[in-house]
């Protein structure tokens, strides 16, 4: 074989994903044979706590590591899980003691869900606090419900009954299990459209929130999911130690342990916190025997995070991936120049959208957005005041008006990623404003930014699928990334030219592709009603014939368009009836003509030489 074939074989090998794949299932072998090969207790001790911090920290990764929420309960429900199952043995010592691991873990998924009620409500540092004050809450209660839990003298479990001989084989290979279940479950939530809402909610939750994610559901099912089995661990654990107190078990260093886990393997990868977890838990037991434990201790672990956060803020894992990929991509030139495609045609869109005939339109159209009287102000500054305006079910209505004037706040009123002080709108005959703003993106509200929002960190087809067009507990299970949900969103990233970049994350694009991106990920929520906040805005003239091109088709089927906009060659082509407005409410409306002619207007905003009919005059801003 000449040298020339043996590079890319080379390259395969050095492919992150097949090497990392091979990595763990020699680690996972060698796991699993361990305490066949050998009966050091030392090591075997080591492993079955290195067990339970990895079931922990990839318990975490989800909350955590895919939605961004920082949790130090995860030691907590260690404790849930121990408690559970001390108690109950105790109280029924005839019983096996192992069928109150289930418990263990129902347990700790109530427990999550009355904390979530809590917590979920509070976001950055204060959530942090919400689950430490929880961890020692729960620790108080242990300490001082003596009746139950023994209080600080704490509890004896029974005595395993087997054969001394595999001791702790029992302990160890259920820990074993519990930790394949749990990656099982990380790894299949991570493909689903919940792990690419909870990722969108990680970057951006408001932003999340117009494209149909229920924000209180999907955060709960995360904070769930990232404990139940946490508690199961915890039983097991706590039958492995046969004795456990309050103190030892509600142990603040258990969560931060496994916080420690998580970062120093990756947060963001699935085998990332199973490393971390035999990384830190070995270093423990080594400070605990060789440096004399307590501060010691805590300064390792703190130089360790130090450390982390300075040279390798992603982690182990994804330094290790990255550095595969450069030696495997050195040499070659970096990514094709993709282009932005030709665009499709909207009538070969099969799955997504729902296409009307315009033909069987009603003459006045119906209004599809009633806005009445809608107020928002910042302190002393009435951004939105009073304002009303109707979009006619079919129309392309503009929306202009001064800078400053309020025009992205109504926006933002409208689809509620700002909430109004006051004011009525009405969506299809239903009034929305006290909707939530998934509902009302699943009732036909789809909304762009004047600054795009993407979601960094994902790739283009991720952003697209991340759209969730309707609430379904069904949805939220299906697969995101491939079948059917992936293609119908490759058909819009097809439609607005964008198909040749659906693997390059979403900050690598330019800031007009960004917005093409952005008119792709709405139109996945079929949205009946389409906010389009300056469409034109930053981008080059070709790609604002495109846009203003994809307007028309995607009208000229039944999407209604509400559109702000400072090109007024664009607006007044394309728009129709336009409202202006001025200082937070709505000065005039009418038909593009009807407002240029409109004395008022001209003498507020578009200025006295505006005159649409001179193409060279166009210089209106
Ligand atoms: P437009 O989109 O028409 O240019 P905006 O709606 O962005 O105007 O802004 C209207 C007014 O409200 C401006 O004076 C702006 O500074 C103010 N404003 C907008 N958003 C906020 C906010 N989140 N906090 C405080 N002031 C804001
Ligand atoms: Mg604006």
Redesign the pocket.
Request: hydrophobic share 35%; glycine share 22%; aromatic share 4%.
């Given at each position: 074989m000449s040298a020339a074939e043996s590079a890319p074989e080379a390259r395969r090998a050095l492919d992150p994903i097949w090497l990392g794949r091979g990595i763990a299932l020699v680690a996972g072998v060698l796991l699993v044979l361990y305490p066949m090969l050998s009966d050091n207790l030392y090591y075997q001790n080591m492993i079955i706590l290195s067990l339970v911090f990895a079931i922990a920290a990839s318990g975490l990764s989800i909350i955590t590591g895919l939605a961004g929420y920082v949790s130090l309960s995860q030691g907590a429900f260690v404790g849930l899980g121990g408690y559970t199952v001390g108690v109950l043995a105790t109280h029924h010592p005839d019983t096996n003691v192992w069928l109150w691991m289930p418990v263990a873990g129902v347990t700790a998924g109530l427990v999550a869900l009355i904390l979530g009620f809590v917590a979920m409500r509070a976001s950055g540092p204060s959530f942090v606090i919400i689950t430490v004050a929880f961890l020692f809450l729960v620790q108080v209660i242990a300490i001082n419900w003596r009746s139950v839990s023994g209080g600080t003298e704490g509890l004896s479990l029974p005595i395993p009954t087997w054969d001394a001989d595999i001791a702790n084989w029992p302990f160890y290979y259920s820990l074993v299990g519990i930790l394949a279940l749990q990656l099982l479950l990380t790894w299949w939530i991570r493909r689903t459209k919940l792990g690419t809402g909870l990722v969108a909610i990680r970057d951006d939750e408001t932003k999340a929130a117009t494209l149909g994610i229920n924000l209180p559901v999907e955060k709960m099912i995360a904070f769930i999911a990232s404990s139940v089995l946490v508690g199961v661990g915890g039983g097991v654990y706590g039958y492995y130690l046969t004795f456990i107190d309050p103190r030892g078990m509600f142990n603040i260093l258990l969560s931060v342990e496994a916080m420690l886990a998580l970062l120093v393997g990756g947060k963001a990868t699935l085998w990332g916190p199973v490393l971390g977890a035999f990384i830190v838990e070995p270093l423990n037991e080594y400070a605990n025997n060789n440096l004399g434990g307590g501060n010691t201790r805590l300064l390792l672990f703190g130089g360790l995070l130090v450390l982390i956060v300075l040279f390798l803020p992603q982690g182990v894992l994804p330094a290790i991936e990255s550095l595969l990929n450069w030696v495997r991509t050195r040499g070659r030139a970096g990514l094709v120049g993709a282009r932005i495609g030709t665009g499709g045609s909207l009538a070969s869109l099969t799955g997504r959208l729902s296409l009307v005939d315009r033909a069987a339109a009603v003459d006045p159209p119906p209004p599809l957005l009633e806005v009445k009287d809608l107020r928002k102000a910042?302190?002393g500054?009435k951004?939105?005041d009073g304002a009303s305006l109707v979009v006619p079910e079919g129309s392309i209505t503009g929306l202009i008006?001064?800078?400053?004037?309020?025009?992205?706040?109504?926006f933002?009123l409208i689809d509620d990623t700002?909430h109004a002080d006051g004011g009525e709108i009405w969506l299809a005959g239903e009034r929305i404003d006290r909707l939530s703003p998934w509902t009302r993106a699943h009732r036909g509200l789809g909304r762009t930014f004047?600054i795009t929002r993407l979601f960094r960190e994902m790739t283009v087809l991720e952003n697209v699928v991340a759209a969730q067009r309707s609430f379904s507990w069904g949805q939220l299970g299906r697969i995101a990334v491939s079948g059917s949900e992936a293609r119908a969103a490759e058909e819009l990233l097809e439609y607005v030219g964008m198909r040749s970049f659906r693997d390059q994350k979403a900050r690598a694009l330019s800031f007009g592709q960004q917005k093409l991106v952005e008119l792709a990920q709405v139109l996945m929520l079929d949205p009946k009603l389409i906010l389009l906040?300056e469409p034109a805005g930053g981008i080059n003239p070709v790609l604002i014939d495109r846009m203003s091109g994809m307007i028309r088709e995607l009208n000229s089927y039944g999407k209604t368009f509400l559109i702000?906009e400072h090109n007024m060659p664009f607006v007044l082509g394309l728009c129709d009836p336009v409202h202006v407005?001025a200082r937070?409410h709505t000065m005039a409306s009418g038909t593009p003509d009807q407002i240029q002619k409109d004395p008022a207007v001209v003498d507020a905003y578009l200025g006295d030489d505006f005159v649409l009919e001179d193409e060279h005059e166009r210089t209106v801003r």
């Open positions: 910042f302190g500054l951004a939105v008006g001064p800078n400053g004037s309020g025009k992205t706040t109504l933002n700002i004047q906040d702000v407005l937070g």
